[in-house]
């Protein structure tokens, strides 16, 4: 069942068995793991079935640290959450992510990848996936994509895998609706999570809605599935009994924020023949599965990349072309410019530029007007042209207690405070920004395949074409111990017995995968968790 939360009395007390607030890939995957549950559920979702600009408006933030997206177009704030602008890329995290790793300090989950691996198959029929494999070798005999032999202590081929995308609020609407234990409480925004007077638990749940009445949801267990901004925010916002939030007792809500940097033309390829064997560009939407160049050993407990102290990466092959030195070389010193520096080898790149003017020439007028000059304009080439491709890259970054998300003075339309996200990145990944692009570069010429140049970086600073991925993660991080994560194990907030949190907002590491397979996951663990507690 749907309902308008502004159709609700002021004030009035709703009681449920499970309060699950935010109704995207979390929220819907844990009440439709509980939906023959013989207690009631309730799920909060903030805003309506459509888009709607005033509740979007809510998730508009301050930024203070490195830029990123705005945060109020980065997440999606109706029913289906972000699911409804996904782009459907899924890939498991590796062995080696759920390990404490010497290269990654605060690394380390207190759960192992095969106490998700069963939750990742269901994660698979609810995402819409092919078989739950990832196997190079599978998906070479499967569709033929090539798997070229890389060195396993530098390169590996990382397969992922695509959704149609699948939109959670279209999909399992119907499900949904129809499930006598479920109510839908559509534009209710829950604002105060309210404990006892020794906040060890969850009492009530305040919640508001725009030009709606406030009103409250009283309930055996409460999940947070609001995002990894949100999911923090709101405990912060929760602090009438503990101050600085609850849970937030060692002051850990809200740090190590984590996304994906992404790079574009972090290097440029170019290969030794025409159409080499790779199948690294991006997948047409009829293949089922793709893949990226990935560091070593991807399937393994081991991560090569902690020898070289660096994180994981995804490289992809974008604009595929038919190139010529100058042509990169002018690419090359047009991005350096752009940062206000000079690239290290200046004068190789300007004889470059000279000695190919035609090409460069006819690149140049490509680019301004979108036509290709006449070729009687166009000098012949002075040597035959090989197929070249830009580097796009994201990868991994570490936790950093100093990236966080905290709250802003600010006020959104509810009367609260808006958050505030100080993005930072370090030497750590600036190691991995520099390193990958390298060890492909080994790869592909110990192979024959051609060669790499990387795009070096900007001094002291980064590309200024650097976005997030819109993974948002690590603000409510999963330990065993209280003073290093806010959850345990099961997701449960240290100290408040009855409080659980959903999503990308756990994860210790980020690893280098897109976090919506592992979030489904998750959740679909959490539900067997409380179907255990409530019986």
């Known amino acids: 069942m749907f309902i308008d939360a502004r159709s609700l009395d002021e004030n009035s007390v709703i009681h449920t068995g499970i309060c699950i607030i935010g109704a995207g890939a979390a929220g819907i995957t844990l009440a439709l793991s509980l939906r023959s549950a013989r207690f009631p559920i309730a799920i909060l979702e903030s805003g309506d079935l459509v888009f709607d600009e005033a509740t979007r408006d809510l998730n508009a933030g301050e930024i203070t640290g490195l830029p990123i997206f705005p945060l109020e177009i980065s997440r999606l704030r109706f029913f289906g959450g972000s699911t409804n602008h996904w ?85 399992y609407r119907d499900d949904l609706r129809h499930a006598e234990a479920i109510t839908v409480y559509l534009n209710a925004n829950a604002v105060d999570l309210q404990p006892n007077a020794t906040a060890s638990a969850v009492e009530r749940v305040k919640v508001a809605s725009l030009g709606g009445p406030a009103f ?31 849970g937030n007792t060692n002051d850990l809500v809200g740090r190590y924020f984590m996304e994906h940097p992404y790079f574009r033309r972090a290097g440029v390829a170019r290969f030794a023949a025409p159409d080499p064997p790779l199948p690294y560009a991006e997948a047409p939407p009829a293949i089922p599965a793709f893949a990226v160049l990935g560091p070593g050993d991807t399937l393994s407990s081991q991560a090569p990349s902690d020898v070289e102290g660096t994180g994981g990466f995804q490289i992809m092959l974008r604009e595929i072309h038919r190139s010529v030195d ?55 080439p002075r040597g035959p042209a090989v197929t070249g491709a830009v580097l796009d890259m994201l990868i991994e970054q570490a936790p950093n207690p100093d990236s966080r998300v905290t709250l802003s003075r600010e006020r959104d339309a509810l009367g609260q405070n808006r958050l505030a996200l ?108 409380l179907r255990r507690r409530m019986a």
């Not at 995002?227 to 600085?244: K, M, P, V, Y």
């Not at 000695?355 to 006449?374: F, L, N």
């Not at 795009?455 to 200024?464: F, H, S, V």
Request: proline share 8%; hydrophobic share 35%; glycine share 10%.
């Open 87 to 171: 782009g459907g890329t899924c890939r498991p995290l590796d062995e080696a992510d759920f390990q404490t790793r010497p290269a990654i300090p605060h690394s380390g989950w207190p759960l192992r990848r095969s106490d998700l691996l069963p939750y990742y198959a269901q994660a698979h029929r609810l995402c819409e996936l092919g078989p739950f494999e990832y196997d190079p070798g599978f998906w070479s005999r499967e569709i033929g994509l090539p798997t070229p032999k890389f060195d396993p202590a530098r390169l590996a081929t990382a397969i992922f895998q695509s959704s149609p995308p699948t939109r959670f609020g279209q999909l």
């Open 422 to 529: 100080d993005w930072r990145l370090g030497e750590f990944e600036r190691r991995t920004y520099r390193r990958a692009p390298e060890l492909a570069g080994l790869e592909f010429g110990r192979l024959g395949i051609g060669r790499v140049r990387a795009t070096a970086l900007p001094k002291g600073g980064w590309p200024k074409d650097m976005d997030g991925s819109d993974h948002h993660m690590g603000t409510t991080r999963m330990s065993d111990d209280p003073k290093t994560g806010v959850v345990d194990a099961d997701c449960r907030v240290h100290g408040v017995a009855n409080l659980y949190i959903a999503g990308s907002s756990v994860f210790p590491t980020s690893g280098y995968a897109n976090p919506t397979l592992t979030i489904v996951a998750l959740a679909a663990r959490l539900g067997d968790e």
């Open 326 to 380: 100058g042509v990169d070389s002018l690419k090359t010193v047009a991005d350096a410019l752009s940062n206000f520096t000079l690239p290290p080898r200046l004068w190789h790149e300007l004889g470059d530029i000279l000695r190919d003017r035609g090409e460069v020439a006819d690149s140049i007028y490509r680019t301004i007007t979108g036509r290709k000059r006449s070729s009687m304009s166009t000098p012949p």
């Open 216 to 246: 409250f949801m009283s309930a055996k267990y409460v999940v947070l599935a609001t995002g990894g901004l949100e999911n923090a925010r709101l405990l912060l916002l929760s602090n009438g009994i503990q101050s600085a939030g609850l």
